[in-house]
């Protein structure tokens, strides 16, 4: 049986990204949930979507954030808007520039898209607000 190769620079530039803008605690879950089958698929989003892709210099990771959320709603990803929306308390990304970015969705991308999209948003924020009352009170 061969040794599992040696992860490259780019993957744990990737793990750093993915850590800054996801959290600990997510990317922790997802490592320690993942196996041989999907294995390949975790170091290629590792690599492509965070090495590559979100740690570019050119733009920020808020408009990453708000840009990954409109293509999201547009595509109709639920878990994935609900997850990059947790993600903006680490981007910098306000909940005007969601709603910016959803009503883009609206007009590029259809209405439907972008009520859906906004019901999930107003969910996550109202677990995020109630996460952070609940610390307040400890």
């Given amino acids: 049986m061969s040794e599992a190769p040696e992860k490259s620079?780019?993957?744990h530039q990737g793990m750093a990204t993915r850590r800054s803008v996801l959290g600990n605690g997510y990317v922790d879950q997802a490592q320690q949930s993942k196996t041989a089958f999907d294995e390949p698929f975790q170091d290629l989003i590792t690599e492509a979507a965070w090495g590559h892709v979100?740690?570019?210099?050119?733009?920020s990771k808020r408009e990453r954030s708000m840009v990954t959320i409109a293509l999201l709603a547009a595509l109709g990803q639920d878990d994935?808007?609900?997850?990059?929306?947790r993600a903006t308390r680490n981007t910098g990304a306000s909940r005007e520039d969601i709603l910016e970015a959803l009503l883009h969705v609206a007009i590029y991308a259809g209405?439907?898209?972008?009520?859906?999209?906004i019901k999930i948003a107003k969910g996550v924020f109202n677990e995020?607000?109630?996460?952070?009352?609940s610390e307040?009170?400890?």
């Fill in 128 to 133: 995020m607000d109630a996460a952070e009352h």
């Fill in 80 to 85: 994935e808007v609900a997850m990059h929306v």
């Fill in 9 to 11: 620079a780019r993957y």
């Fill in 111 to 117: 209405v439907p898209a972008a009520n859906h999209a």
């Fill in 54 to 59: 979100w740690s570019r210099p050119q733009w």
């Fill in 136 to 138: 307040e009170g400890k």
